[in-house]
């Protein structure tokens, strides 16, 4: 229909308002530290690894172009658990063949890369191994750490629920621990092969399977899903059958358990290693890695603004920016209301946005966010009635 220019009435215009889209950063690309079979095969370096096939012709069986290097006849706990990780549905990754002294020289490798989101050790239960992963995730603010399981050994659970017992980590909101090890299959040659007395010989750490769990669920649910209530795809058992009473212990100290349920062996809890009775807001690895999340893709996000004028404008496009994104975080599930205004807020808050702060260049915003915590105990209470149930 043209428009009639002079008629007099009301005319609209249809707009759209200059307000940058924030889009949700990745959160399940991982970071490896380890031993490949092939010791010499890119020796101390992070390569972005795309699929199983190349970690395999570049670690385990075809030697790089150019490089005299004999493909391997017997993995090793790092290659087990990248095969974990492919088996579990993980994607591109990032490789460092550290050598068997270097592992923490490996870490710090990976800090050089914002694009990693997760970081591990397969095969490494050491101390400074521990030290060195939690400290990057805590540094950098942008990455959580799985931690290795140490093998069955004494009075373990006690050791791993133990402050100072040389095999419990340190308290962190950044790193999870998962007990007890894993059963898989051989996959060289020269693996332990199985025998009428010892069906499934090889076990390791679940740290590459359950970073694969992490990917997966994130694609299918989203970071806000806890990684949890899974079995573990490629693993035959467990090296310590846990019962409820072994749980009730590793619980409570934010060490995860691996139950042996119908469907192979599952990752049967969600928490940090964040014991704190104080501080609970981060007990759950899941309202960790979705807070993350939204602090790293509104830091990407809201780039745009950087030297832009200090106004009420300026605000305004913020401000729609951000409630847009929210809004689809809190349609996603992660957080919790019947409105999005039940679920989040957006504010400039006078008393940090002052004449003086605004002189020196700083804006701040205020973002609140009621996050949808994982249902970790469920409270059947059942009556027994004396009358008709239709009278209740």
């Not at 992963?133 to 540094?139: G, S």
């Not at 349920?261 to 690895?285: D, K, M, N, V």
Request: hydrophobic residues 40%.
């Amino acid at each position: 229909m043209a428009e009639l220019l002079n008629v007099p009435g009301v005319r609209i215009n249809e707009i759209r308002l200059d307000a940058p889209a924030i889009a949700g950063v990745s959160t399940s690309t991982p970071g490896f530290v380890g031993q490949a079979p092939k010791p010499g095969a890119f020796p101390n370096v992070a390569r972005l690894v795309t699929s199983f096939d190349q970690f395999q012709k570049d670690y385990i069986a075809e030697p790089p172009d150019g490089v005299t290097i004999l493909p391997a006849t017997t993995s090793t706990e790092f290659s087990h658990a990248l095969v974990g990780y492919f088996k579990n549905g993980g994607g591109p990754c990032y490789v460092v063949n550290a050598a068997p002294a270097g592992v923490v020289d490996g870490i710090n490798l990976l800090a050089k890369h914002d694009d990693i989101q997760i970081i591990a050790a397969p095969g490494s239960t050491s101390t400074a191994v521990y030290d060195a992963l939690r400290t990057q995730a805590e540094d950098k603010r942008d990455r959580f750490a799985i931690l290795d399981a140490p093998a069955k050994a004494g009075n373990i659970i006690s050791d791993l629920t133990t402050a100072g017992s040389g095999k419990r980590p340190a308290d962190s909101m950044w790193t999870a621990l998962y007990y007890p090890r894993i059963q898989v299959p051989p996959y060289l040659p020269s693996d332990p092969q199985p025998t009428p007395n010892n069906p499934n010989p090889i076990y390791i750490a679940p740290t590459g399977h359950i970073a694969g769990v992490y990917g997966t669920v994130d694609a299918l649910r989203g970071v806000h899903k806890a990684p949890a209530n899974v079995a573990l795809l490629g693993a035959l058992g467990v090296e310590d059958i846990l019962v409820d009473g072994d749980q009730e212990v590793l619980n409570k100290e934010g060490v995860n358990a691996i139950r042996l349920y119908a469907a192979g062996p599952t990752i049967w809890g969600t928490r940090t290693l964040l014991t704190s009775s104080e501080e609970t807001t981060f007990r759950y690895l899941n309202i960790r890695r979705l807070t993350t999340y939204i602090e790293q893709s509104l830091r990407v996000g809201l780039r745009f603004a950087i030297f832009e004028p200090n106004n009420l404008p300026l605000r305004q496009q913020i401000s729609r920016s951000v409630r847009a994104f929210l809004d689809g975080v809190w349609r996603d599930g992660a957080l919790f209301g019947a409105s999005a205004d039940e679920a989040y807020y957006v504010r400039f808050p006078d008393a940090f946005n002052t004449d003086t702060d605004r002189a020196q260049g700083k804006l701040t915003i205020e973002i609140g966010i009621r996050v949808s915590y994982p249902v970790e105990f469920i409270i059947i209470r059942i009556g027994l009635l004396l009358h008709s149930a239709s009278a209740a």
